[in-house]
């Protein structure tokens, strides 16, 4: 054997050897870091609900940090031994049919744990616009094509797909006003920036209840309990429409399969506490848990069903 070929081997041997150190002292005294989008946003809010429970069913402390579109570049840089966790949503696996440039690639730096929650968008508008249903806003939006707009995160966000996906299923033209993330496009619709919004519920809910946003459907296929009384879009006026705002639990590429099952353990064991499944509902979410395989073969079915809205609308980065 040439010495580069000793060399490769005994860095690939101490690389293992770590990998199983690490794996078999997981997890020790360190804190997780959990790294979201920005604050205010629906995984932001959903991140420090988990966090707070997390020391209680896994043994370790966890800090939330906001790095809003940053994050999964952080997190893919990462050393892969089970303290970095990824929180994040739509974009992260969608982006290559936006061709969106990025330091990142989902399918080759991380690795799935769980699909934690899953939550109905909302049909939102600022209380000045003079319309209090669905119907009302198709009238208006068709009666005053291009004229109205929305306020969306980052390209292949859930509330940029959710609005695009109203736009062709209504035959609208609502025009996009993008923001670095959701959370300022809830501060655009409150300060009258922007007149429409399609938020998690866990992001615009606080403000529906408040008065300061108005909630004119929710983007599930059945009524929520959230909102009772607020009608789905499908059956206020657009049949088949539907959108959500999944968040999912990524480790970086290369993270020890003991330790990916280690946290989809722990993290799915804090998911079911009751007290927090009745937190997690009234914060907009519902839990969902699925194993890292489910959790992996769900966003290949995602991911298929937006490739025809994005390649039919040319949604792509810039636009």
């Keep these: 054997m040439t010495l580069p070929h000793k060399r490769l081997h005994a860095a690939t041997w101490l690389t293992f050897c770590c990998g199983a150190a690490c794996a078999q002292d997981y997890p020790s005294a360190r804190p997780l870091h959990i790294y979201t989008s920005q604050p205010g946003s629906g995984s932001d809010v959903a991140a420090r609900v ?8 896994f043994g370790q402390t966890a800090v939330v940090d906001n790095r809003g579109i940053l994050a999964p570049e952080i997190a893919a840089k990462a050393q892969p031994d089970g303290y970095t966790v ?4 739509t974009p992260l696996w969608v982006s290559p049919l936006l061709q969106v440039k990025s330091q990142w690639d989902a399918a080759r730096d991380f690795a799935p744990v769980t699909l934690a929650v899953n939550a109905p968008n909302l049909l939102a508008v600022h209380p000045s616009l003079p319309v209090k249903s669905v119907r009302e806003l198709l009238a208006l939006a068709k009666a005053r094509p291009g004229e109205l707009n929305y306020g969306s995160g980052s390209v292949g966000s859930s509330s940029h797909l959710a609005a695009e996906l109203f736009n062709a299923m209504a035959r609208v033209n609502i025009v996009r006003v993008p923001y670095r993330g959701v959370g300022p496009a809830v501060v655009g619709l409150l300060g009258g920036q922007v007149q429409v919004l399609f938020p998690s519920a866990g992001s615009g809910l606080p403000y529906v209840k408040s008065g300061r946003m108005r909630a004119l459907a929710v983007a599930s296929t059945k009524p929520s309990a959230l909102l009772p009384d607020v009608p789905t879009i499908a059956a206020a006026g657009v049949p088949g429409y539907e959108a959500d705002t999944p968040l ?18 722990g993290i799915t064991a804090t998911l079911q506490l009751p007290e927090i499944k009745k937190l997690v509902l009234t914060q907009g979410f519902e839990v969902v848990g699925s194993s890292p395989a489910d959790f992996a073969a769900w966003m290949k079915a995602d991911v298929a069903r937006w490739r025809t809205l994005i390649r039919d609308k040319g949604l792509r980065e810039g636009t």
């Design 86 to 89: 990824l929180f994040y949503s």
């Design 50 to 57: 988990l966090a707070k429970r997390l020391p209680e069913t």
């Design 248 to 265: 999912g639990v990524f480790v970086p590429a290369g993270t020890p399969a003991k330790i990916v099952a280690q946290l989809y353990q």
